[in-house]
Each structure stands twice: as structure tokens, then as C-alpha cells.
């Protein structure tokens, strides 16, 4: 079965970090570009950050830029959210999402073949 799972995910106080993992079971992920989305309660999804297949490209919403972090391990099929700074207007539930590119250099956020179920991040004192 072709999925995405996430993990890390939580509780953490303002100023604090959490560290978002994406795996990819059922297919390796050197071809896909990996994009992070959030959905705030009553809001709509919108884009965190992405990461083209190489890694070369990444790109993130002003929101987060200069506290988030993308990166990807394509040995461990994975690709993480380093998160830092953690403000309340951060929480959500966050989905990873993969699109096959075969400009490998491709940072995009939409089109994507897979998503995952989420993993819920709350950051409150």
C-alpha cells in the first residue's frame, strides 16, 4: 500500500520545537518533491514549506521562514519539518504530500499524487 505517514506531533509550550517526520511506505521517495501543509481549526489547508526531489530547491510560507526547516533523507524515505520558535498561531494538524517531478528541481505545492492523514501540533502555555 502506497502511503505517507507523519509522526512528531504534539504539545509544546511558545518558543519551543517539535520535529515533523514523513515517511513514505510502498515507494521510495527520490523521485517526489515533498510539500508540508497545515489546517487550523475552522481555517483552510494552506502551504508550509516544500522540498524538491534533489533537495536542492526548498521554499517556505512567510509565515514560518526563519523558524521552519525543511529537509529529506531519501536513504531513510523520509523527509522532516524541523520547527523552532513555535508560536500559538502555529497549531494545526500538518500533512505531508509528495508529487513524482521529473524536474528535480521542483518545489511545488500542488498536483500531489499522495498525502498523508496528519499529525496534530498544539502549542499553548
Known amino acids: 500500500q502506497l502511503q505517507l505517514v507523519e509522526s512528531g506531533g504534539g504539545l509544546v509550550q511558545p518558543g519551543g520545537s517539535l520535529r515533523l517526520s514523513c515517511v513514505a511506505s510502498?515507494?521510495?521517495?527520490?523521485?517526489?518533491?515533498i510539500a508540508w501543509f497545515r489546517q487550523a481549526p475552522g481555517k483552510e489547508r494552506k502551504a508550509v514549506s516544500c522540498i524538491s526531489s534533489s533537495g536542492g530547491t526548498t521554499n517556505y510560507a512567510d509565515s514560518v521562514k526563519g523558524r521552519f526547516t525543511i529537509s529529506r533523507d531519501n536513504a531513510r524515505n523520509t523527509v522532516y519539518l524541523q520547527m523552532n520558535s513555535l508560536k500559538p498561531e502555529d497549531t494545526a494538524v500538518y500533512y505531508c504530500?509528495?508529487?513524482?517531478?521529473?524536474?528535480?528541481?521542483?518545489?511545488?505545492?500542488?498536483?500531489?499524487?499522495?498525502w498523508g492523514k496528519g499529525t496534530l501540533v498544539t502549542v499553548s502555555s
Open positions: 504530500a509528495s508529487r513524482i517531478t521529473t524536474n528535480r528541481a521542483m518545489c511545488p505545492y500542488y498536483g500531489m499524487n499522495y
Open positions: 510502498g515507494f521510495t521517495l527520490n523521485s517526489y518533491a
